[in-house]
């Protein structure tokens, strides 16, 4: 399903093309590893201490639905940055849009590890805390395109699989570093501590990003594929106009080079406008690769955040103790998502991605069968067996996406895809677990919701697979 070259431009050689291939790739990990952590603290802060901090009123519930409101609108800030990060990172290079992503998302969470709470200035702190969970929101979406197609694009011939999971693992790195450093924190402070300034340590370390940020910007280079679209826009613009200088000759010539050059306008301005492009010949795509991604980001979620929250309110389980689960099954993946990858690379990536789609469904009920017992081990045990399935289907997601869209509408459409299914699955999954455990009291409504969006996720991936099949 490539759609097109890979190769390095032909006047490097060749062990500067391995060189810029390990900078941009390391450069994408490191860029995904590090905004993922800041935002999955926040994940993390709303199950633990948020709630409590900056929306007191009502019941424990109700200050959690609202904590985990606020982590959903951070999702629905997402899209807004793959449609700005997109559209100026197809027409302005992947690297700057990345640096400027991660430069917002440094200054939001620090700013949140540094905002007053409730108490001190009132109804000013859920404003505010709402306001830079936006900021962050739009980062992440702006993002992971720029990282996925630095990493994508750079790729050798056969090995873009591969080179896609580099920036997936900064998943499992982001949760496995804010798991740690929420340990951490909790482990050197007492509980009264930790609500009061503790919780606050781990969005601090956000301004790392911003020292990542100018390493990006000095030190990685534009990537290759979008350079050759660069150039060849231009000779094509080049073109057009030497075809319009050659129609002047006399008045009709004239008139007829002028509807020549105002056509050739018309086009230049669909092509530099890669959202006109994906709205007019390309939403269907971009509905479906978010079709097929949401059950993912929702089981994800589910896991990390809303699986915290129940487990630690409903069943009265150690807050450490899970964390400590949470991080473990989040290593597993470090192994899983480029061994998924790297498969896709020979037997096809849809057939992979089904594979975790479909094993996702069979496990819901089984998984929250096995949380319900209250048995760290049997919580182990389901969240791994999720996690594997969810790594099957992360690990080749990044070069689908990629390969479903030409270079240069690729960062709008890939984002788009990415971020819708971060709103319909990611941003809303935990606050749609918990709103559906007080509706129903029990845990295999949310199981047959992961069902519901399976079932979506496989009806997706067969459009998917018959359009590939039949180009």
């Known amino acids: 399903m490539d759609t097109a070259p890979s190769a390095l431009p032909s006047t490097s050689t060749p062990a500067q093309d391995a060189r810029n291939r390990r900078k941009g790739a390391t450069a994408a990990a490191l860029a995904s590893a590090v905004e993922w952590y800041d935002y999955f603290v926040f994940g993390i802060a709303a199950a633990l201490v948020l709630g409590d901090l900056y929306f007191p009123a009502g019941s424990p519930s109700a200050g959690v639905l609202a904590s985990f409101a606020t982590f959903a609108v951070g999702f629905l800030a997402r899209p807004f940055g793959g449609v700005i990060a997109g559209h100026l990172g197809d027409k302005r290079g992947r690297k700057p849009m990345l640096v400027l992503a991660l430069t917002l998302m440094g200054v939001a969470t620090t700013g949140i590890g540094l905002l007053p709470t409730y108490e001190t200035i009132g109804m000013a702190a859920p404003v505010l805390l709402v306001t830079l969970r936006v900021m962050q929101g739009i980062a992440v979406g702006a993002q992971w395109g720029g990282a996925m197609l630095l990493a994508t694009e750079y790729a050798p011939e056969g090995k873009r699989g591969i080179y896609g999971s580099f920036v997936q693992l900064g998943v499992p790195i982001g949760v496995v570093t804010a798991n740690s450093v929420f340990l951490l924190a909790g482990a050197f402070t007492s509980e009264s501590a930790f609500a009061a300034w503790g919780w606050r340590l781990p969005f601090l370390v956000g301004l790392l990003v911003l020292v990542l940020a100018w390493y990006i910007h000095k030190h990685v280079e534009e990537t290759p594929e979008f350079r050759a679209a660069e150039r060849a826009l231009a000779e094509k613009e080049k073109e057009e106009k030497g075809q319009a200088t050659e129609q002047g000759a006399d008045k009709e010539a004239g008139k007829e080079a002028g509807k020549g050059v105002g056509k050739g306008k018309g086009g230049d301005r669909a092509r530099n406008s890669p959202l006109r492009t994906i709205l007019r010949g390309h939403l269907g795509t971009v509905f479906l690769a978010g079709g097929s991604f949401a059950v993912n980001t929702a089981t994800f979620y589910i896991l990390i955040t809303g699986v915290l929250d129940y487990t630690t309110r409903e069943l009265d389980m150690n807050r450490g103790a899970v964390l400590t689960v949470s991080l473990c099954v989040s290593l597993t993946q470090l192994v899983l998502i480029p061994a998924s990858a790297a498969l896709s690379d020979r037997i096809g990536r849809i057939r992979i991605y089904g ?34 399935f969810l790594s099957i289907m992360y690990g080749p997601q990044a070069a689908l996406f990629a390969e479903l869209f030409t270079p240069e509408m690729r960062y709008t459409g890939a984002s788009l895809g990415y971020q819708i299914a971060a709103v319909l699955g990611g941003g809303l999954a935990p606050f749609v677990m918990v709103l559906l455990l007080e509706t129903t009291g029990t845990s295999m409504s949310v199981a047959a919701y992961i069902i519901g969006l399976a079932v979506i996720a496989l009806g997706s991936i067969k459009v998917l697979a018959d359009r590939a099949r039949s180009r």
């Open 355 to 388: 594979l975790g789609a479909a094993g996702i469904a069979l496990w819901a009920v089984p998984m929250f069968l096995l949380i319900d017992t209250g048995s760290l081990l049997w919580l182990a045990v389901g969240t791994f067996v999720a996690s594997c």
